[in-house]
């Protein structure tokens, strides 16, 4: 996996200097043939005012803008921590057909970008399109690769009671949308900070995405969330610093705790036999929130931890074990 990647090492543009590229014209990052990466201006057109300052007194140059990507290989399920450096005040990012605006950070803007669990194999383009102070829009682009990954199939069993209560389509759906609701918005504010955190301690029972098969069934569909085995009342903490924004009774997940992160981010923790925080809460990375719990449609005592970027389900693990590059 490659690491933190630098994509853009410096800002060609002429609006700072002679116009060595026309507006709209595609410039190169220099003749040494090392970067992938397409930059184009395009000045604000109409007539603007001719800035004065006073004698003796130079103008501030910008800072030039640079597009870093986490990592420019990313597994299905995974996410890329996309940002760009220097004076911009806003943009988005597309990528995979879909656009996620940036967020002011501490000393950036960026976005998580989601891939999705059947988004196809390959080379994808990465654009970001910036705003700077002065008017002026930029795009940076990049090679993303897309790397598949391999889902694993689980066989579950249920009693008819169970089964007839809560694997009722309609019930199932009903969730679903209250949560999509939720994982959809993008507060503009960074709420995170640092490394991410196991919610608890366990072992893994089921992966993000495996397929199941239910009392028999084809397996189908892909699991939304990491499975961790622990005992009753055993403390679930934050994976990050956020805000409480569901602390309630679910059908389906049982007990259910979601924070949001900022940007587009959530993360959800499921099951649980009680809840410590409730909704509009502060909390920080490694804040008690709950206890795993055995709620819900559930055969056992276990925490159910899901990640979700501008709505998209997401692997949690892989924002701790390093592979998607943060």
Not at 80 to 107: A, E, H, N
Not at 210 to 221: I, L
């Amino acid at each position: 996996m490659a690491g933190r990647v630098s994509v853009v090492r410096r800002w060609v543009l002429a609006v700072f200097a002679a116009a060595a590229c026309a507006a709209g014209t595609a410039c190169s990052a220099g003749a040494d043939g090392t970067a992938d990466v397409t930059v184009r201006m395009v000045t604000p057109a109409g007539p603007s005012p001719t800035p004065t300052l006073p004698p003796g007194v130079s103008p501030t140059p910008l800072v030039p803008p640079e597009l870093v990507v986490s990592t420019l290989e990313v597994y299905q399920a995974g996410a890329l921590l996309v940002s760009v450096t220097g004076d911009v005040i806003g943009g988005q990012v597309q990528f995979l057909g879909r656009k996620y605006p940036l967020t002011k950070g501490s000393q950036s803007q960026y976005t998580f970008v989601p891939v999705d669990t059947d988004e196809l194999p390959g080379q994808h383009e990465l654009v970001a399109d910036v705003r700077l102070p002065n008017g002026t829009r930029g795009t940076l682009q990049a090679t993303v690769t897309v790397l598949p990954t391999q889902w694993t199939v689980d066989y579950l069993a249920f009693t008819p009671e169970q089964t007839a209560a809560l694997l009722d389509p309609q019930v199932v759906a009903d969730e679903l949308a209250l949560l999509k609701s939720i994982y959809v918005k993008v507060t503009p504010q960074k709420l995170w900070s640092g490394p991410w955190l196991l919610p608890t301690q366990g072992a893994i029972t089921a992966r993000f995405g495996e397929q199941r098969s239910v009392n028999g069934g084809a397996p189908s569909g892909h699991h939304g969330g990491t499975d961790i085995g622990a005992a009753e009342g055993a403390p679930v903490v934050a994976t990050n610093s956020g805000v409480v924004v569901l602390a309630r009774e679910l059908r389906v997940r049982g007990n259910m705790v979601i924070i949001d992160h900022g940007g587009g981010l959530y993360s959800g923790y499921a099951h649980l036999s009680s809840i410590a925080v409730a909704e509009g809460d502060r909390v920080e990375a490694g804040q008690l929130i709950g206890a795993v719990g055995n709620t819900g449609l559930s055969t056992g005592a276990h925490l159910h931890w899901e990640m979700a970027a501008h709505g998209i389900l997401l692997d949690a693990l892989r924002f701790t074990d390093g592979t998607n590059g943060f």
